[in-house]
């Protein structure tokens, strides 16, 4: 049984305006990202702000998104761009919102603190994270056919059964 997921970053914040780009990654899966920021900003906004990610074993398995934020720096007097940098990341347990989700059609929004670890010194906080999360839409159908009864034993009152009703339900994720 799989799920679709779609993640959606509502807002950002750091302390510093530079610019800045998330990844996202459900378990081992692929990771993806948002574009860097286009102007440096302490809450920047992203135009690739959702993601859409399978969930093998449905909703209700214990799964983990990982996301982890990065800033560019700039070196003014060389003219060009250093290497992005990890600045701290944060996880979300999907299984913790599966039971919530798989009840309703309503997204789950959490706010979450990317942290970075220097050294053994405790975790140290360096920005902060909204994101929604929502189960893709599905498409269901019934199916039910009717066909002759012939060979069908006969019923506990003798009668022989006129037809028989063969029904199906089937559903489909529908893409994003």
Not at 56 to 79: I, K
Request: aromatic fraction near 6%; glycine fraction near 6%; charged fraction near 20%.
């Amino acid at each position: 049984m799989s799920d679709q997921v779609i993640i959606t970053i509502r807002d950002t914040t750091f302390q510093l305006p530079r610019q800045y780009f998330v990844s996202l990654q459900l378990d081992a899966g692929e990771k993806v990202r948002t574009e860097v920021c286009e102007v440096p900003s302490e809450t920047p906004a992203f135009h690739k702000n959702q993601f859409t990610f399978w969930v093998h074993g449905g909703l209700s398995a214990e799964h983990t998104l990982t996301l982890v934020a990065y800033v560019v720096m700039h070196e003014p007097e060389e003219g060009k761009d250093n290497m992005p940098q990890a600045l701290g990341n944060c996880t979300l347990s999907l299984g913790s919102l599966g039971a919530r989700l798989i009840a309703t059609s309503e997204p789950v929004v959490s706010n979450l603190t990317f942290m970075r670890r220097k050294g053994e010194a405790d975790p140290l906080p360096v920005g902060k994270i909204s994101v929604q999360v929502e189960r893709a839409p599905t498409r269901a159908w019934l199916t039910v056919a009717a066909r002759a009864a012939h060979g069908l034993p006969k019923r506990a009152d003798g009668s022989a059964p006129a037809a028989q009703l063969v029904c199906s339900v089937q559903t489909q994720q529908i893409a994003p």
